[in-house]
């Protein structure tokens, strides 16, 4: 189906009789050239580009629940590219480079929205830290200025800048970053995989791998057996539970993270906020709730649901930033199961197992992701090379010591 | 949460430090063949079930001891609290 601004008129004019489902409903086929487990954000970016740019539609997406039910609709929606390390910052930047083109290329509105990030800083070290992370984005070829208390009064007038704890000194401002409507981005991407052939199977568990010789030929799924030349992993939160089932290891653990939306209230955050004092950051929907989240809770957990200190937390760090939201009632709060790595960053990567490959371990950074995330897991599939951006999110960076650690916490999950 | 403290009684979890797996309790011996793989095991690889799990957490807001929690990751609840070092050799 075909969206534009002519279609929306007549349809209004016949009374919306005219709207198709946006992917069909498919039985499995015994065989296909790539299965892909999991239909979330990632999973169907991954079908898209596969047969966008690499040419193979014959392909399934296979989702335990409905499309979507994951982590693409649980986030708060936010896309930024300004990461430190240069094994990170390009794979970010293309990824937002993407978001730019995202609507035309999928003609979708997922309205991609480049309100700006701001990270609030609150001392001299911390201001140099950001200078750093700004020269960082520059040089990877994002954008990225500093700004002066003054500048920020004329943006954020409302911030508690006189705070006698945390006084804010200024902040690093990325105009390009922004919000876009998570759901949207996962329709997007499955309207367009399913119109070049992929099939999209929901409400179809994969219960175990075919393997032999060391080589990975279909799943048993709920809905029978499906074989496949390659299989690939993009399940976040159930990493560690569906490589189990072949015995594979991750060195992952799975927490979770809440996320926060108040009644609705007049347009009044533009772009994204961050606090650099404690964890926090909102920006506004365009229904006008905030939408804000800061730690997750701690400890291993698939409940997708949080519990009550984080939720403290996260309103004292907000109130903290900006007192007026101190009256705004939360409406909402829900739980994602994130997939956090022992050193905050990704894998996207062969398995031991032939024919089998991995993307997982986002933590809670995987929605900003998307588009890169997809585009470099079909590079893999296709290829079996990783993508120039992706080169760095192996396996063998953990016994080879070469860990990506973007916040050098070290190998402790819940601290990333 | 609460967690049972086993000298003080139910405690806020708010209290504690989460370190996850309690495999971490055995580190490998450095002189020991395949130390090399052992330790990477040991440092990048945790358990991670969906179901209970035996975990490390530090009573840093408290007394300072290390429990370890039998705890169902799915629903949150608390099977079992020991002190640390009374599991000693029993978990592996």
């Known amino acids: ?26 039985d499995p086929k015994k065989n296909y050239e790539i299965i892909i487990v999991g239909g979330g954000g990632h999973g169907l970016a991954t079908a898209y580009y596969l047969a966008e740019k ?19 609709g649980r986030n708060t929606t936010i896309i930024r590219s300004n990461y430190l390390l240069p094994q990170n910052q390009p794979f970010y930047e293309f990824s937002l480079k993407l978001w730019e083109n995202l609507e035309q290329e999928l003609n979708y509105n997922s309205m991609v929205s480049q309100r700006g990030v701001l990270n609030i800083f609150h001392s001299d070290s911390q201001r140099d830290a950001f200078v750093r992370r700004g020269n960082a984005m520059l040089m990877s070829g994002a954008d990225a200025s500093l700004l002066g208390v003054d500048a920020l009064k004329k943006l954020v ?18 105009p390009r970053g922004g919000t876009v409507r998570h759901d949207a981005v996962a329709w997007g991407y499955a309207k367009e995989a399913d119109s070049r052939g992929v099939d999209i199977i929901e409400n179809c568990e994969v219960t175990n791998f075919l393997i032999k010789n060391g080589r990975c030929y279909g799943v048993e799924t709920t809905k029978g057996v499906i074989k496949s030349k390659k299989v690939g992993v993009c399940v976040a939160g159930s990493s560690s539970q569906v490589m189990g089932k072949i015995g594979i290891n991750l060195p992952v653990e799975s927490h979770v993270l809440q996320a926060f939306v108040s009644e609705g209230l007049k347009p009044v955050i533009p772009g994204v906020i961050t606090f650099g004092a404690g964890h926090f950051y909102v920006s506004q929907s365009n229904k006008g709730g905030l939408v804000f989240g800061g730690d997750i809770d701690g400890y291993n957990s698939y409940a997708q649901r949080g519990n009550l200190p984080v939720i403290e937390d996260v309103c004292e760090g907000g109130v903290a930033l900006m007192p007026m939201i101190g009256r705004a009632r939360l409406l909402r709060t829900w739980g994602g199961i994130m997939d956090m790595s022992m050193d905050g960053s990704p894998i996207i990567d062969r398995t031991k197992i032939r024919n089998l490959y991995f993307n997982g371990g986002w933590c809670y950074g995987g929605f900003k992701a998307t588009p890169a995330s997809g585009f470099c897991y079909a590079h893999l599939l296709a290829t079996d090379k990783p993508h120039n951006d992706a080169k760095d999110f192996l396996f063998n960076r953990f016994e080879r010591g070469g860990l990506i650690d973007e916040k050098g916490q070290g190998n402790q999950p819940n601290l990333h | 949460m609460l967690i049972d403290h086993p000298l003080l009684g139910l405690r806020d979890s708010s209290e504690f430090i989460y370190r996850g797996d309690a495999k971490l309790l055995y580190r490998p011996n450095w002189k020991s063949k395949n130390s090399k793989t052992k330790f990477i095991d040991y440092g990048y690889l945790r358990k991670n079930p969906a179901g ?18 039998t705890r169902n990751t799915v629903t949150h609840e608390i099977l079992k609290v020991e002190l640390a070092r009374d599991t000693k050799g029993k978990l592996k």
């Open chain 2, 52 to 69: 209970v799990h035996k975990e490390l957490w530090y009573h840093e807001q408290g007394d300072r001891s290390w429990l370890v929690v």
């Open chain 1, 1 to 26: 189906m075909k969206y534009s601004g002519f279609k929306v008129l007549w349809e209004g004019l016949k009374g919306n009789t005219g709207w198709k489902p946006l992917w069909r409903n498919p």
């Open chain 1, 157 to 174: 007038p409302f911030l508690d800048f006189q705070n006698s704890r945390f006084p804010i000194k200024g902040g690093l401002w990325q």
């Open chain 1, 54 to 72: 690499f040419k193979i539609t014959n392909i399934a997406v296979v989702e335990k629940g409905w499309l979507g039910s994951g982590n693409i």
